[in-house]
């Protein structure tokens, strides 16, 4: 797509009339005809028309976006002379295009010579990028002051590559987001790298995001990670999703994340933390002030990790959002929580996902009753052990049964996205929980004035339930 989002631009429909006629010379057994050379000279042709017209920003050519050809590294020669010379294109998409390391240095050569170059998004997903390629980009980042966010989702980068990425950071000063996720970093290599992880990471002031989720990623390459982020001060999303953490690496992890105060965005579902990486966080909670976001979602945690985190959020007031979701958390877990939260009243938390744990009604009241008082905390409690014969559970029917058009939208984030698109005010809390509190408490006129919702809201909850 080049600055278009409809329909098909003057390279990219050259690029299917190649395809169509490379099936044709494969069907015939040719390798290479005469017919072919006029298509590859029209394209060279539309690349050198579009280097010199100022309006083309974007080049998307994303495999499975719209089904192009695979060209791997001829697609980068073909593309060699709109990268050496544009002044205008900022964003360019190679994803799923068959590229291995030697197209990447193609391309990286390509953009280096280019000094007036404003590519800032450069999409690499899906591809055969591996440790050589990676070298390549690392020396991009070294020269380059335009790049902003680098995608390399899905390839065959390793720790090796990783740490020479990483260690280039310290000379770039533009890139914002480096996404590794699903490649093949794990503790081979890692011993090589661990200072250049050490210093990258250490020294740069500019990378917001770092996403290494669903790696091979185990407790010793996280000692390194963890010995950069010490003192890093720029970094505020941290991806770790699926990986093989255990409690040793976590430990490590929250005491440097202790006095960090850049970092805002955890992300640690899908390791084995248990409740020993939960007392570590737990810890790290009553110190941190920065940390916005935790998400502990299917990490082997049972009530003693969910106690340690309660102790936690008793100090905390920085966290709003906390993912315990796919744990083995009981009434007792539950409880735990509850309690925390209601004794810090100056907690930001407004959204907790207990869903897919174990606790029964009980819990699940004593969480509901929380919600009644704390009107901007949602809490996800959907699937968990209720008997479906219990007056909650009852209760939640009650509400779905005599209200057909409100929402009641399972997922926290969807439920409070739908409730923020309708109010246009992002401290209301959700119909849903308003629902709650009104059927339980017959909330009067004046009463509901007071919560200073738009008046569109009330008249829908007068025409709901009075």
Known sequence: MLSMRYGLTALEKLLHHLQLHNKKADGAKSTHSSNSQPTELAIADTVL??????????????????????????????????LESSTTISEFDLSYNNLSDEGIEILCESILINQHSAIKILRLKGNDIGDRG??????????????????????????LGFGQLVFALQFNHSLKKLELVKNKISDQHAEEVKESIRLGLQ?????????????????????FLSDGLKQNSALQVLSLFDNKITADGIKTLANALTNNNAL?????????????????LGNMLKKNHSLLKLDLSDDKIMDIGAGHLSEGLKCNNALWEMGLNFNNITNTGATMLADALEGNQKSGLTIMNLKKNLIKEEGCNRLTALMQTRLKLTIDLTHNEVDKYSSQYRFFNKIRERNKSIIIEDNPYKRRKIIEEATSQHSVPSLFELSIFAVKEHISK?????????????????RSYY
Do not use: W
């Open 264 to 280: 805002q965005d955890l992300k640690l579902g899908m390791n084995t933390i248990g409740d020993k990486g939960a007392e570590a």
């Open 134 to 159: 990676a070298a390549a980009l690392a020396k991009l980042l070294k020269n380059n002051a335009q790049l902003e966010e680098l995608e390399l989702y899905d390839n065959q980068i390793t720790a």
């Open 49 to 82: 028309a579009l280097s010199l017209n100022p309006q083309v920003n974007k080049i998307d050519l994303n495999f499975y976006r719209f089904s192009l050809y695979r060209l791997g590294k001829r697609l980068i020669e073909l593309l060699k002379p709109l």
């Open 446 to 462: 004046n009463e509901y004035n007071k919560l200073n919702l738009p008046e569109h809201i009330y008249r829908h909850f007068l």
């Open 203 to 223: 020294n740069n002031k500019f990378l917001k995001e770092l996403r290494l989720s669903y790696n091979a990623i185990s407790d010793r390459f996280i000692n």
